[in-house]
């Protein structure tokens, strides 16, 4: 009997693979029917500052979902906190992004940002890697100024924030208003399972995941076209890719690193194992 697994992504650049493998039939040859809804249904709401109430996590925890996409160090917390799921894997892509100004900005550089409010997905992969991308430029973590915005380009595009960390297509959508970048992003992602896929399973979604990707790889052409589906035909010449990595094992010392570093900036009430966390 074919076995039902239900996904959610909720970025196209990064998450299309997934797609690809249910409309190439990759899923379908690993015997998997796949269910997959591709942005949460629930739109800019669905985005929640809570990430328990956010459209996916909630799925996972009312069973609804059986596997996710989402930043590593999101997954990481998301895992603990919710009590729900493994990371079984880290994801297909390096995930890409730039923190943004609007023209008229008198911010020029990183350290500039210092005490700015910067409008991210609250503890999603923009929080944590503008966190990164700060504190590498010297900028001291308590005057990193983080706010939450369901629509971070509108919050940017409208003055709430002066600045902005955004992903396709919003960079793109953001660079045709007249906003400039001042940084770029980069972060892994994680797949989290729920409790009841096994190994097998596992193995057949990553495999079916990564012929996804030499898919794409394939064609550079196609790969743009498939990835930044969501931008105007224009755009996509010169929107901003992520890098295909394929589904990769989830080694125990990049395990810790991040645990490490989420403890000691507080995201980590304490540090979970790597066996309470992460299914091989």
Not at 31 to 37: A, D
Not at 115 to 141: D, M, Q
Not at 251 to 278: C, H, S
Request: glycine share 8%; aromatic share 6%.
């Amino acid at each position: 009997m074919t076995q039902v697994i239900r996904l959610q992504g909720d970025s196209n650049a990064h998450d299309r693979p997934w797609r690809v493998a249910v409309e190439q039939g990759f899923f379908e040859a690993e015997g998997l029917l796949v269910e997959y809804t591709e942005d949460n249904p629930n739109g800019v709401a669905g985005r929640a500052k809570d990430y328990a109430d956010r459209w996916k996590e909630s799925q996972l925890q009312k069973g609804a979902l059986e596997v996710y996409p989402v930043c590593e160090w999101g997954a990481i917390e998301r895992v603990q906190s919710l009590g729900k799921g493994k990371i079984i894997a880290l994801d297909t892509t390096a995930r890409t992004g730039e923190i943004m100004v609007m023209p008229g900005s008198k911010i020029e550089s990183v350290k500039d940002l210092a005490n700015v409010p910067i409008a991210v997905t609250w503890h999603a992969g923009t929080f944590y890697a503008t966190v990164e991308v700060l504190e590498a430029a010297g900028v001291p973590f308590d005057q990193i100024k983080l706010v939450h915005a369901n629509d971070r380009l509108d919050a940017l595009l409208s003055g709430q924030t002066q600045a902005a960390a955004l992903m396709e297509p919003l960079v793109s959508r953001a660079m045709e208003k007249g906003a400039r970048k001042i940084a770029d992003l980069k972060w892994r992602g994680g797949i989290v399972a729920a409790d009841d896929i096994d190994a097998e399973t596992s193995g057949k979604i990553r495999r079916a995941l990564n012929s996804a990707v030499e898919y794409l790889r394939a064609n550079d052409d196609r790969s743009r076209e498939e990835l930044l589906r969501d931008l105007k035909p224009e755009q996509r010449k010169t929107g901003l890719m992520p890098e295909l990595l394929g589904v990769h094992d989830y080694k125990i010392a990049e395990f810790q690193e991040k645990v490490d570093w989420m403890a000691e900036r507080g995201f980590l009430e304490n540090k979970p194992t790597y066996e309470q966390i992460v299914r091989k």
